[in-house]
């Protein structure tokens, strides 16, 4: 069974940065199209951004030109550094699978964007 841990998150003033990771466990890692999600209550989970096993990413509108996702395969781990960050970016952020299994998914890491 694959496990995601989610960290990197808190508490930030409008137009700072986070740098949120998510550690993977499982050898096929490399092979795996990595997501970045996030919620918010009562709201479906969306996707932030992607990135394939070749480093070829893609972002959701309103992310684009603020967020970066980034991978290390050798660390079986996924990046989503955050810049000018606003209020609506609070949420809580997921990494997962692209597209995600509908089955498991990690704690997830809160971010919230306050002054």
């Known amino acids: 069974q694959v496990q995601l841990v989610e960290s990197g998150g808190g508490l930030v003033q409008p137009g700072g940065s986070l740098r949120l990771s998510c550690a993977a466990s499982?050898?096929?890692?490399?092979?795996?199209?990595m997501g970045w999600y996030r919620q918010t209550p009562g709201k479906q989970r969306v996707m932030v951004a992607i990135?394939?096993?070749?480093?070829?990413?893609n972002y959701e509108d309103s992310v684009k030109g603020r967020f970066t996702i980034s991978r290390d395969s050798d660390k079986n781990t996924v990046y989503l550094q955050m810049n000018s960050l606003k209020h609506e970016d609070t949420a809580v952020y997921y990494c997962?699978?692209?597209?995600?299994?509908?089955?498991?998914w990690g704690q997830g890491t809160q971010v919230t964007v306050s002054s």
């Open positions: 997962n699978r692209f597209p995600p299994p509908s089955d498991y």
């Open positions: 499982g050898s096929t890692f490399s092979f795996w199209r």
């Open positions: 990135i394939t096993r070749d480093g070829k990413t």
